[in-house]
C-alpha cells in the first residue's frame, strides 16, 4: 500500500468527511490496528474502472456518457444482434448496472445507447457501494451516522432536492385546458408523506376491525437476521468479526434471506391452513441491517402453532449463537385493555415515513435503548425519519406490505369512478366505493382578525367495509370487484408496445360491465426546464458568452467546483473521448441481411457440392473405378468434409 495517498489533509478517493476522519484516527490509533480498514481502502483503489466514492454529479455523468459512447462502439464494429446484446450485458456487469431490459434486441440496444439510462443505473450503483464501503469502514452505526453513513444521508437529501426542482420545473396541462406542476400532482399521491401515513393506519385500522368481528387476535412478531449480517456490534460499536468472516454482506443481502425465511414460513402455514393476515414493515439497524415487525391477525386456535412456525424458521439458520434466543425473534400478543393493534403499530409506520409527533426516535439493540436525535451534517439538519427513508431509497428495499386481505388496487381505483357511474351497479361494487370515499370539508373561520382555513373530515374511509364488500380478509385475489383494464398502444422511449391500462372497476360475475374512472390525458407544457449545472453536458461548451446576471444553481460550494474541474480536466486528458456519429441502424440491418444471405448461398452451394460428391462415390463403388475413388479423397478434403461411411483406400490402392 502506498503512503502517498495519505499525505494530503483526507485519503484520494475517499469523500472529505470520510477521508478526514479515517485519517485522524489512523494518526490516532495507528494502522496497524485498523489493518481491514486498509484492506477495504486498498480494494477502493483497485476498483480503478468504477467512479471514486468522492466523485461528482458531472463525473457521473461521464461515466454514463462514456459507457453510452462504447455501446454505439459495439453497433459499430459487431455484425450480428447477439453478438452486439452479449457485449452490452459483459459491459453492465463491468459497470456493476443491471443489463437493459427488453423483449427484443432493438429495445435493449437503444437503451443501452442511451446516456440517461446509463446514468440511472451508475447512480444507483454508485450510491450502493458507497454506502456499502462506509458500513465496511465503519461510518454507519448509532455512534457515527445511524441507519445509513452521513455522506449518504446528505448526497440522498441533495438528490431529492434536484428532484423536487425538476418536478417543480414541468408544468402538464390535461384537455380541460387545466395546468398544474408536476411536483403538485405527485402531492396528490402516496408520494406524499402525509397521504401515504394516513392510508397505511387507514388500512391497519380496518385489519384490527374486521379481526374483532370475526374474534381473530392479534400477534406482533420481530424477526431479525443472524449476527453475521450485521456490520457493528450493538454493544460497543466495534466491528463485528462474524460479518468480516461472511464476506460483508450488504443490507439487500441480509433483506433476501429474510424474504426467504417469510417465504417458508407462509408455505409452512399453507400446509398446515393457517390462514394469517396483516402488515410487515421493514426497518434498519443502527447498522443498516434489516429487520421485520409483523403485525398478524390469526384465529385464536391457530394462535401458538403460528408462533411455532414462526420461532422455527425464524431460528433454523445460526439458531444457536449466542443472544439468538433473545433477539432473533420476538412475539408480543395484542390482549385487550392493553390499547389497540393500530396504537401499536402507528410508532413503526410514523418512524419510517415522515417522524410526524413521534417524540423521541428510540432504537432497541441487543437489550439497550438508544434515542437516535436530529443530526447536523454540513448545513444540513437531517432527521432519524428521514435516514430511515434515505436508508430505504438507497437500497431500495420495500419498507411496507400487506399480506393476505383484498388488493389495495381497487380500493384506490374506486376513488377515481364517480358517484352517478355506479348508480346501478351491484350491491358489492356501490358498498366497495362508499367505503373508499373519504368526504373532506374547509371551514373558515376568522382568528384575530385573520382568515383561517380548516379542513374537517365529515366521513372517513373504512377499509374493514372494503374488506367485507370484497368478502372478507382472507379472500386475496378472488376479491368481488376487480381492476378493469383497456389495452393500449405506448409509444415509450425505447418500443413501441401494447400494455393494460386501468380504465375503472367491474364486478367478477359480470366482467363486460365496466364502471369507468376519471382519468385525464396529460401532456407537458413547454421544454421542461432542467436541474442547472455549471459544468456543460459535454466536453465542448458553445454558449461562451458571459451573462453579468449569471446564478449559479450548482449544489456545489466554489472549492468543490474548482477542485472538481481539476480531476474532471485530468480526467479528460487520460480518457480522450473519440468523436461519434449516431449510428445508421438501416446499415446494419442491411449489413446484417446480406450476411445471411451470403451464408445461406453458401450453405447451398456446399450442399450441392457434398451431394454431387455422393452421387460420384457411389458410382465409383458399383463401378470399382479406382481412379475415381482417388479423386475423391482429395474432393472431399477440399470441401473440409467428413462424410460416413469414410472412404476407405489401403496403401496398395494408393
Known sequence: MSYRFYSSEAITGLPKRMGRALRALFERDGMDKHEHKIDVIDEI??????????????????????????????????????????????HCDHHGVAAPAGEEESEIIRRAVDKVWWLRGIRKAHARRCEHMAIRLGFTHFKAGAYVSNETAFRQLRRNKQNAKLLASIELQNENGQVYSLEALAALGTANKSIRRDELMTRIRGFEEIAFDLGHVGIFATITAPSKYHAVLSKNGEPNPKYMAFGEPTPRDAQVYLCDVWKRIRSKLHRDGIQAYGFRIAEPHHDGCPHWHMLMFVPPEHLKRYE????????????????????????????????????????????????????DHHMFEDGQTHIVVDDLVGDELITPSQRVCYWAQTWGIRQFQQVGGAPVGPWRELRRVKSETIHNAPEAVKAAWNAAQSI????????????????????????????????????????????????????????IYETDKPCGIYHVWNPHAVYESVRYQWTVVGAAKAVAFDF???????????SKKKISTSVLSPEEIAATAVRLAAFIEKNPQQTYHPTDWSAIDKKSKDLERETDKFATAMNARCEDTRRQEVAAYENNDMAARKRLVTGWADLGACPYPRIFITESDL
Not at 467512479?51 to 462514456?66: G, N, V
Not at 370484497?470 to 415509450?492: H, N, S, Y
Open 45 to 90: 483503489w483497485s476498483d480503478d474502472h468504477l467512479p471514486p466514492l468522492d466523485a461528482s454529479d458531472e463525473a457521473l455523468y461521464r461515466a454514463a456518457d462514456t459507457a453510452a459512447r462504447e455501446c454505439y462502439q459495439f453497433c459499430a464494429e459487431l455484425q450480428s444482434l447477439d453478438a452486439i446484446v452479449s457485449a452490452i450485458r459483459n
Open 308 to 359: 411455532t412456525v414462526i420461532t422455527a424458521y425464524a431460528m433454523a439458520e445460526d439458531g444457536d449463537e449466542r443472544g439468538a434466543d433473545k433477539n432473533r425473534v420476538k412475539l408480543v400478543r395484542m390482549e385487550a385493555g392493553k390499547g389497540t393493534a393500530a396504537g401499536y403499530i402507528i410508532k413503526y409506520i410514523v418512524k419510517n415515513v415522515d417522524g410526524k409527533n413521534l417524540g
Open 440 to 495: 373532506k370539508a374547509t371551514e373558515i373561520n376568522v382568528v384575530d382578525g385573520k382568515r383561517v382555513k380548516t379542513v374537517k373530515t365529515i366521513k372517513q374511509a373504512s377499509y374493514r367495509d372494503y374488506l367485507l364488500a370484497q368478502g372478507g380478509p382472507l379472500v386475496g385475489r378472488k376479491g368481488l370487484v376487480k381492476i378493469a383494464t383497456r389495452t393500449t398502444v405506448v409509444e415509450g422511449k425505447y418500443a
Open 536 to 546: 456543460p453536458w459535454t466536453g465542448v461548451n458553445n454558449c461562451t458568452k458571459k
